[in-house]
């Protein structure tokens, strides 16, 4: 591939460094932040007259405006960012396709060696680092500068980028290895292609969901046994009631790159674990830390890893099909003015590539409510199992910090990954409504007067 290719995007990178390393420290956010300390409202206490709506609603008038202000700008300001790396990816496809530039970096890779394995492999480094050259300015732009803009990012540039260019390598690799094993596929199998296509990316799917844990999540942050028994023992006390094989809670300093809260389960058979990160273990109380990490329970008794292999599985199949029906439309129509021959040569990556972009934009709102189904299914499995409904509302208003507390029902059906944080306040409300009898000695006085660590 020639140089000059690269030069454009690499200019534009360079030029939008010194802007990004700039924007840190503009805006004064200290009246914008969600309360630390979130006390339980007179309407959320017991009484013969609780109502869960009312409770609901003077959780939410804790927010300071101006904290909603931001945290609504910043949610809302992520649809239209759905829209625009949509747009640049297709620009960017269609440039590698309509100049040539695809074909090209074929011809290259083919000068280099005769192996067909070899030829992908040589052509994916150059797609791969081209492409991410295009979405540069972009990536920099939504990772980078705006996180920065709104509290949310902790790193300087250079550790952002260093990041950045780790998650590279690793895409070189495992997506290397995956495009060369499905084109040596269509190759072999070019009338089954798609349904074999399908069957080892699913396959390598589980794979790496099951290796990320131990050698990717590492890469990036530093994962260790949580040994504070503060905190370890309810935890593990919790776990033991529910039927939870678990002896270790781990912890991820996930303070290095941002100051969002949150837990996740991860990994699959032997290396799935529930991980709380730092910002949690700081700033949120015992009550909320007992609630999440009940929330992570319901998605590993639930099964949730499981069900979300089997329904990425079946998504997967749907666009491999979709994939063979659109490829062969468009390399019918444009195949020879891009220089692709067939569906066996390299050089249709970016044709594909924009095809599965085109499929998965429009799929948004149903992969968003497969997980927000889960999501939901966890919050309620939490409750019951934490019995911290004062926990889980203010663990909605942490999360607000990054999520708009009060969407419309169509706006959080297409947007959503998680309940938003009003209907999870007013399902832990409502879950308190049934359960008042749990809380006749709550008093009212803050649930959290120290923080934990
Ligand atoms: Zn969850």
Redesign the pocket.
Known sequence: MKIRVLFVPLVLVLLCAPLATRAQDKVDLSQSQMPSVVTVPTEALPSGHFDAEAATKAYLAQIPVAARARSDAYFEGGYWLLLWDFLVAVISYWILLHFGISAKMRDFAVRISRFAFVQDLIYWVQFLILTTLLGAPLNIYEGYTREHKYGLATQTFGPWLGDQLKALLVGLILGGLLVAFLFWIVRRLPNTWHIWGAIVTICFNIVFVMIAPVFIFPLFNKITRLDDPKITQPILSMARANGIPAHDVFQIDASKQTTRMS???SGFGKTMRITLNDNLLRRGSPEEIQEVMG??M??YVLH?IYKDILFIAVVTVVFFSLLRWGLDRCLARWGRSWRINGIGDVAVLPLAFLLVTLFGFLFTPIQNTETRT??LE??MYGLNASRQPDGAAQGAIHLGEYRKMSPGPVEEWIFYD?PSGRRRIYNAMRWKAENLQLFQDQLPRPIATEQTK
């Open positions: 837990a996740n389960v929330h992570e319901g998605h949730h889960n999501e966890a919050d998680h």
